[in-house]
């Protein structure tokens, strides 16, 4: 059974870093491509970063290109979000998802996804 396990949340202040992890288990992780979404209270999900994956070519979202970095470590079955001078609206529960598809950028072309992790930026 496929599990993605998020972790690395947490709460902090506008203008510090923080880097969420993804476990990866249960199906060759180096099948699927990764990414993150983020979840606001009282809004709709949003594509965060994605990565491809064998040949790590990325997307971001506009709100966080320049700020966030994504990653993968094929060999810890591993993905990861670093996250510079985040802000409070970057607060939000963060989830890992990934598919077996072409990298898309599309929030529902995903279909495999974990339990999330919260964040939280104070101002």
């Known amino acids: 059974q496929v599990q993605l396990v998020e972790s690395g949340g947490g709460l902090v202040q506008a203008g510090d870093s923080l880097t969420l992890s993804c476990a990866f288990s249960?199906?060759?992780?180096?099948?699927?491509?990764m990414g993150w979404f983020r979840q606001a209270p009282g809004k709709e999900r949003d594509i965060v970063a994605v990565?491809?994956?064998?040949?790590?070519?990325?997307g971001y979202a506009a709100s966080v290109k320049g700020r966030f970095t994504i990653f993968r470590d094929n060999a810890k079955n591993t993905v990861y979000l670093l996250m510079n001078s985040l802000k409070t609206e970057d607060t939000a529960v963060y989830y890992c998802?990934?598919?077996?598809?072409?990298?898309?950028?599309?929030?529902?072309?995903?279909?495999?996804w974990g339990q999330g992790t919260q964040v939280t930026v104070s101002s």
């Open positions: 998802e990934g598919r077996m598809g072409a990298l898309s950028m599309r929030l529902y072309d995903y279909d495999l």
């Open positions: 249960g199906r060759t992780f180096t099948n699927y491509n």
């Open positions: 990565i491809s994956l064998r040949d790590g070519r990325t």
